[in-house]
């Protein structure tokens, strides 16, 4: 339904046109400055957080490292990288479902971007509205757990095929639950045959090595 001459369609176009404008802008600032940049996406409880966590612990003597993590209000994630001493900026969406280009694109001042090599950015938890918004990293990452059910993936193919990784994240829970990691890997291949898929467990540190190395670091 149109109100003068357009549509809600037109509306979000629109927007997701300007998005993926300034998300190219931001994309040639961080090459320009020789960043490399990462996008992890995912729902809420996935592990994103404790996956980046231990993999900060790993590279921050190799790489000058820095983070900036989105929610819908708190600073409970960027607290929890912070503990190791690496800088972390916190994005407030309010009520936005996902990180935008634009809303990066406002913080891009804090960010050192002069004295790092390597920025981490955490997107809103969330496996849906992520898909519509690209932020102009080199990379997407897109973490689900085994806990969300051996479907998660099939249900959500948009953000796997929007992905450079697909992780498979709490696989030290899978002799005590009913899923079939192996068959998410299946189904996460059957959508992106591109996907390097990895098996990972943040609490173990299972699988952290081989996420490493597929993300090229």
Do not use: W
Request: aromatic share 4%.
């Amino acid at each position: 339904m149109s109100g003068q001459g357009f549509s809600i369609v037109d509306i979000e176009q629109d927007l997701i046109k300007r998005n993926e404008e300034l998300a190219k802008e931001i994309s040639n600032i961080f090459h320009k400055k020789g960043i490399k940049t990462f996008e992890i996406v995912g729902a809420i409880g996935a592990g994103k957080t404790a996956i980046l966590e231990t993999m900060v612990e790993r590279l921050k003597g190799k790489y000058r490292l820095a983070l900036v993590t989105a929610d819908v209000t708190t600073e409970i994630d960027a607290d929890r990288i912070r503990r190791h001493g690496v800088k972390c900026i916190q994005i407030s969406t309010g009520r936005e479902c996902a990180l935008t280009a634009s809303l990066l694109q406002d913080i891009l001042n804090q960010i050192p971007l002069d004295t790092i090599d390597v920025l981490f950015v955490e997107n809103v938890g969330n496996l849906i509205c992520p898909a519509d918004f690209i932020i102009g990293s080199d990379k997407r990452i897109v973490v689900v757990s085994i806990t969300e059910g051996e479907h998660v993936v099939i249900k959500h193919p948009m953000l796997f095929k929007m992905s450079d990784v697909a992780v498979i994240n709490k696989i030290d829970l899978r002799n005590v639950m009913d899923v079939d990691p192996e068959k998410m890997v299946r189904d996460a291949l059957e959508i992106n045959p591109s996907l390097k898929v990895v098996l990972t467990s943040a609490k173990t540190s299972e699988g952290i090595g081989e996420l490493i190395d597929a993300l090229g670091l």
